[in-house]
């Protein structure tokens, strides 16, 4: 079998290449281990920068997004007993984040590719890639049906995540690996229960970080810092909601609760791998980068690495192989701001087990400073918001 692109995974990452590549006429194979089911039901992030909305429906794929989006124009940060306003469009002139679920963009764009012809192949299993660095590598797999395919590509991306099988294909001595593992995880729940809030509470306390989220004006989302080694069921529904409201606790205003409709427990790290090229093999999304959650980066990576590698693969497949080269490098550079971003956020809002007076003090100071200095809260928003241009 010949494809002109082989992508290995079908997140959001894997799909919207194969989309975007679609939109340039070049076709493409995605294989995925999950079944479209379990892709479509997977509860992950939440939060839109400006640049993503704006490259998903010039790439025609916001009909929903429009009418179900959320567009937020600042986040609260909360600490010692006081809540503040960030207003990002103040800071920012104008700019604003949407929220809108992973998993309904996931839907989308599943919907958009069978609409289009696209071919997905959900629950295949043993997948492989081979002959990277020559012209014409390899994806290998096994379909649902228990058929073994070997794909013949004039290019490979791998976009299965952090624990795929594509960067561990790159020989070990030719990556550089920077990575940091956080002392906590998040407890994340969906709620059936309406937002209390118009806009995210990021929430510093001695007990532990909390965020209230939500994902439409009847279903709210919320996190609560855990350590990595509990297990979800430890946390009973009462216990979860008892926790969120010590956290999240403030003279004159209530926290609904309602009953959890999924439960899940994520461990946090910040990773970046490099480059995010071998041959012809291609990382994008989590199989070369993770941040931590917190500030909603990891999705808007994915997306922005995809809108850089689209027009690469094209100019590559006509012989010009400049921005394939440049690929890397280009992402890079975004990945590294939000990775500082998303460590900055973190450290700024978790408690790290064990840790002395002193860096509760200099957590509170820096709170205080995002919080009354025009200068920090603009740098915030700006970093939150997303920069200028996904591309670049
Ligand atoms: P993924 O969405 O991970 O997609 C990779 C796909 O590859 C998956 O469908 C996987 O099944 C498939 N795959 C894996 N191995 C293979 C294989 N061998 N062959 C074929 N297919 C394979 N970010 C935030 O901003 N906020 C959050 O609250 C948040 N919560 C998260 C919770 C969890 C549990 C995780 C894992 C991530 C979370 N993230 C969050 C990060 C965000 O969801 C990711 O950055 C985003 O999913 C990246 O998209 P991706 O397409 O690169 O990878
Ligand atoms: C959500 C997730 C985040 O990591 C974040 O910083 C804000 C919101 C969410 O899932 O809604």
Known sequence: MRAEVGIVGAGPAGLLLSHLLALRGIDSVVVEIRSRAYCEARQRAGVLEEGTVRLLREAGLAGRLDRLGIEHGGIYLQFAGERHHIDFRALTGGRTVTVYAQTEIVKDLIAQRLADGGVVHFSASDTSVDHLTSDRPVLRFTDAGGARHEISCDAIVGCDGFHGISRAAIPVDLLTVRQREYPYAWLGILADVPPSTDELIYAHHRRGFALHSLRSPSVSRLYLQVDPDESIEQWPDTRIWDELQRRFELPGWELKEGPALDKGITAMRSF??????????????????????TGAKGLNLAVADVAVLAPALAALLTGDERLADAYSATCLNRVWRSTHFSWWMTTMLHRTPGADEMEAELQLSQLRYVTSSRAAATSLAENYTGYSDVRG
């Open 272 to 293: 970046v791998s490099a480059p995010m090229r071998y041959g012809r093999l291609f990382l994008a999304g989590d199989a070369a980068h993770i941040v931590p959650p």
